[in-house]
């Protein structure tokens, strides 16, 4: 097998080697394309970025909350970091089936980011509640006669399938 392979490939080189590769050749002569009338921009290297300016540690303390009674809009948050990378906070909000979603989390450079996430039933009603209707309902269609009995016009065409062959 392998002496059919030395074969093969020697016969493939010798017919690449009776057919020289073709030369480019431009279609219009060098004095055709005049040299530019302006130098190519020159530009210098790329300045290195300065280090990022290094701060104090900033630790921070918030907290908000919001209990509008017209939209039922009743949430809240409180945050408290160290200025380190440890951050610690929780925050809640009254959900549309009247629970309440509290969500507790840290997060620091060690452990990354990690919540807890608590539902608690809660007590809120719906201050309206529709009243009963004032009307009867309608009674159940009954047509008023009775529908005729169809009757085709034509008679059913005689179906007859074609004979079956086999090949």
Avoid: H, W
């Avoid at 159940?140 to 529908?147: D, F, H, L």
Wanted: with cysteine; hydrophobic share 35%.
């Amino acid at each position: 097998m392998a002496a059919k392979l030395i074969i093969f490939a020697a016969c493939v080189a010798s017919a690449l080697a009776q057919y020289p590769a073709p030369a480019y050749k431009p279609a219009y002569p060098a004095a055709a394309y005049p040299a530019p009338a302006y130098a190519a921009p020159a530009y210098s290297a790329p300045k290195a970025y300065a280090p990022e300016p290094a701060y104090a540690p900033a630790p921070y303390n918030f907290e908000y909350s919001v209990n509008d009674p017209s939209t039922y809009d009743v949430k809240s948050q409180s945050e408290y970091a160290d200025g380190n990378g440890y951050v610690k906070g929780s925050y809640s909000l009254l959900e549309a089936d009247g629970s309440t979603r509290v969500v507790e989390y840290t997060a620091d450079d060690y452990n990354g980011f990690n919540a807890e996430v608590k539902k608690i039933d809660g007590g809120y009603k719906a201050p309206y509640s529709a009243p009963a209707p004032a009307y009867k309902a309608a009674p159940a269609y009954k047509p008023a006669y009775s529908a005729p009995a169809y009757k085709p016009a034509y008679p059913a065409p005689a179906y007859k399938p074609a004979p079956y062959k086999a090949y």
